[in-house]
């Protein structure tokens, strides 16, 4: 059984920081795709960055770029991606999902095939 779980949301001014974590069981690691989503009221889902586990090869969306860094532990075992992200801004105000799959397009939905349940980050 594949379960994401996020951890980490919260309330922020604009400006501050926040670190979203990503606890990944149930898969077999190795060439898993792993991302994060984020959906903001009223708008459709957005890809927001994304790491393949075993060539860390590291995507991000142009409006995320610079201020938010996507990052495995080193363990495995742990099977845990992190967003660390930084100077948020009023307009980075969603709920934020983790999202895992076999590969393909890194900013595609289609190409994640397990997704959590979210975490709320609010800027203000």
């Known amino acids: 059984h594949v379960q994401l779980v996020e951890s980490g949301g919260g309330s922020v001014q604009a400006g501050g920081s926040l670190r979203l974590s990503c606890s990944a069981s149930?898969?077999?690691?190795?060439?898993?795709?792993m991302g994060w989503f984020r959906q903001a009221p009223g708008k459709e889902r957005e890809w927001v960055a994304a790491i393949w586990f075993s060539t860390v090869g590291i995507y991000y969306a142009d409006s995320v770029k610079g201020r938010f860094t996507i990052s495995q532990d080193t363990d495995n075992a742990k099977n845990t991606v992190h967003l660390q992200m930084n100077s948020l801004k009023p307009e980075d105000t969603a709920l934020y999902y983790c999202?895992?799959?076999?590969?393909?397009?890194?900013?595609?939905?289609?190409?994640?095939?397990?997704w959590g349940q979210g975490t709320q980050v609010t800027v203000s």
């Open positions: 149930g898969f077999t690691y190795g060439r898993n795709l």
């Open positions: 999202a895992a799959g076999p590969g393909g397009l890194v900013s595609v939905a289609a190409s994640y095939k397990y």
